[in-house]
């Protein structure tokens, strides 16, 4: 996955008195817990994504750096990515955490873990005043008028201090509207500078109906597709004569013919890609509606063996498959390829899933400040590297009852 590193405009974050989790007991070592604060609404404005023909004027975002620069930038916690907002807005929440002596210790580094979003053409990000104000997505300036969300803006944790503490960072909330059909990037990382306490950075992705590109490590990954076209960004009108398209030159209908509007005018069909950063080993599971014409590609890369351990991809109940040259080998139980729901008349496609954990080994996690115990330096492990690929399995769950930690 290619990430563009940019920055963005610090908003003023004041008055952040923390609300944790509380810490557990300090080893015997330390005498610093861990802490989380409550979450915390850091912005919500105008995102104006379509102009007035109804054409994209956003197609881009993205939320969150694995692997951060310059020793800032990285927010090693989960990302929640929610389409039920309200229509032409964008909300963006932080839930801070760290290590700390105390709760008053932990609101000081929560005061430094700020919100940057600022046009990712900018390039690696940079200290706020060291950024254009032309380059700001939300916000207002010393006037008090808006900044317009822009093209490619980026939703980053920026700690401002001399370089970001190891153990700090914040879980990222994004809610857009549901309307929005075009591309979100989504990258986090684990948390797992103290043995006792390996937490994962999770992913979930709720009511995409569009495009969603997400890199993680060792954690979670759930997605919820709700698409009723293999090409959502295609104008309604034009989903509808593909779906209805006849061919004069062929008998019989023709639906979605490489030549109807939506395949021979380039738009590009829904994509969810997942993959963990290697040699990481992440649980993905991806939820599609029954009859979405679904191509997919879902497997381990990691040292898997038929007859030992291994970490299967599974293809739940989702339509007429059929598998391509390979995809469904016994003996290879890790990978499994094809497409579902095809028409006819379609050319290879559909709504793209690929999928894909480069690991297949046991992952430890302490999901949460009131779940650490400090005596405890080796906690539970399970297997990680699971894909499954279903539909309904995610269905009336949240993001927040699937993921772990509360």
Known sequence: MTRVHLATFA??????????????????????????????????????????????????IIVGNSLGSNDNFVNRGDVILKFDGEPNTIKIEFRRFTFAESEEAAGEVYDKLQLWAFNSSTG????????????????????????????????????????????????IRVT?????????????SDNVIEDSYPNRGNVCVEGLNGTVDIELQNGLAFVSVVAESAYPACPPASVEACENWDDP???????????????????????????SLEPSSANITVDVPADLWTSFRAENAGENS???KNCPST???????????GGN??????????????????????????????????????????????????????????????????????????????
């Open 11 to 60: 908003l003023a974050l004041s008055g952040l008195l923390p609300a944790c989790d509380g810490g557990s007991k300090p080893s015997e070592n330390s005498n610093q817990s861990p802490f989380r604060d409550k979450w915390r609404t850091e912005h919500e404005g105008a995102f104006e994504f379509v102009d007035e023909m109804g054409a994209p004027t956003i197609s881009s």
């Open 249 to 275: 030159d062929t008998e019989g209908p023709d639906p979605w013919s490489k030549n109807c509007d939506c395949i021979n005018l380039g738009y590009n069909p829904g994509n969810v890609k997942v993959e």
């Open 124 to 171: 690696t990000p940079k200290k706020p005043d060291e950024m254009d104000e032309e380059d700001r997505c939300g916000g207002e300036n010393d006037n008090g008028d808006p900044y317009p969300w822009q093209e490619g803006c980026a939703v980053y944790v920026y700690y401002d201090g001399q370089s970001q503490l190891q153990r700090a960072g914040a879980d």
């Open 306 to 308: 038929v007859s030992g």
């Open 329 to 406: 080998d016994p003996n290879k139980p890790w990978l499994r390829s094809g497409i579902a729901n095809k028409p006819e008349a379609a050319p290879a496609g559909g709504f793209r899933l690929d999928l894909k954990s480069n690991g297949c080994e046991s992952v430890a996690e302490v999901e949460a400040p009131k779940d650490w115990d400090a005596e405890i330096t080796d906690p539970e492990s399970e297997l990680r590297g699971n894909i499954e690929v279903c539909s309904g399995c995610l269905a009336g769950k949240s993001c927040e009852d699937l993921l772990p930690g509360g």
């Open 315 to 325: 293809i739940g109940a989702i339509g007429s498959v059929e598998y391509d040259q």
């Open 176 to 188: 857009l509207p549901a309307d929005y059909r075009e591309s979100v990037d989504v990258a986090t």
